[in-house]
């Protein structure tokens, strides 16, 4: 079992910035790839980026590519997503999730939500001003 939890949103101005941190426990957090998986209100949920087990390997969605940046601590199992430069649209709750991949593809992330199998709480991230 794998619990995860998120922190760091809040409330920040059009242009400002963020630092979400999901804190992973359990058994084995550095077998997992992580995700952070958003929501806002009437969307489905999207990936806005992942990371691999062995931190080689990172996505983004196109429209977060150059303002959001994601980073692996697995000292501290603890994955981080930088957000600059932030919009109106990236009001969400925002989700980090987790997928322990075959060993092989310790380098794989995905960027489909249904990948992950295990999440935290969320994080609510308002842009607004």
């Known amino acids: 079992q794998l619990q995860l939890v998120e922190s760091g949103g809040g409330l920040v101005q059009p242009g400002g910035s963020l630092r979400l941190s999901c804190s992973a426990s359990?058994?084995?957090?550095?077998?997992?790839?992580i995700g952070w998986i958003r929501q806002a209100p009437g969307k489905e949920r999207e990936v806005v980026s992942c990371?691999?087990?062995?931190?080689?390997?990172?996505r983004a969605l196109d429209a977060v590519k150059g303002r959001f940046t994601i980073s692996r601590d697995s000292a501290k199992s603890t994955v981080g997503l930088q957000m600059t430069s932030l919009r109106p649209e990236d009001t969400a709750v925002y989700y980090c999730?987790?997928?322990?991949?075959?060993?092989?593809?310790?380098?794989?992330?995905?960027?489909?939500?249904?990948?992950?199998?295990?999440w935290g709480q969320g994080t609510q991230v308002t842009v607004s001003s």
């Open positions: 999730g987790a997928r322990r991949n075959a060993a092989e593809h310790k380098d794989y992330c995905g960027m489909g939500s249904w990948e992950y199998d295990y």
């Open positions: 990371i691999s087990a062995n931190g080689e390997s990172a």
């Open positions: 359990g058994f084995g957090p550095e077998n997992y790839a």
